[in-house]
């Protein structure tokens, strides 16, 4: 389909494969960058730390899980949306948690959607579709965005 990056942050090894694999058996071609946590995600984003330097643009999508070591996902979903670079990124949260104060905080700060993974494969290969077919071909994000 689409060929462009997706920045997944996923602290757990056997989701971040889970969501990779959902988003290929729904045929989406798009490079998945996977950051383990929340201050891996701002340095891929703002090109500091261990992708100091890079030079492509924003990814088109961000799924964004909550609980994650070091920087938690509502701390990152702040940060992005106070970057004038950033402000603007879909962000997609993408977690377990069915808390409703996640929920509203997640909206507060600025998230583009919130879904809570499904439990079964085929539900989760289901969901990353819609979302893919939404959030990829779908929508139209404000493209152009780049590090500086």
Do not use: C
């Not at 492509?56 to 996902?73: A, C, I, N, T, Y």
């Not at 702040?78 to 993408?94: A, F």
């Not at 879904?115 to 579709?129: Q, S």
């Amino acid at each position: 389909m689409h060929e462009t990056t997706i920045l997944l942050v996923e602290d757990n090894p056997d989701d971040a494969l889970l969501t990779q694999t959902a988003l290929k058996e729904n045929k989406f071609l798009n490079d998945v960058i996977w950051a383990k946590d929340g201050v891996e995600a701002l340095d891929y984003l703002f090109s500091t730390g261990i992708y100091e330097g890079r030079e492509e643009g924003m990814p088109q999508l961000v799924l964004l899980d909550l609980k994650l070591p070091r920087l938690d996902g509502l701390d990152v979903l702040k940060r992005i949306r106070e970057d004038e670079r950033t402000r603007l990124l879909p962000v997609v949260v993408l977690t377990t948690s069915r808390e409703q104060r996640d929920i509203i905080e997640s909206y507060n700060l600025g998230a583009s959607s919130y879904v809570r993974k499904p439990v079964d494969f085929g539900e989760f290969v289901d969901a990353a579709r819609q979302l893919g077919v939404y959030w990829l071909m779908l929508n139209q994000g404000p493209g152009g965005l780049r590090p500086q």
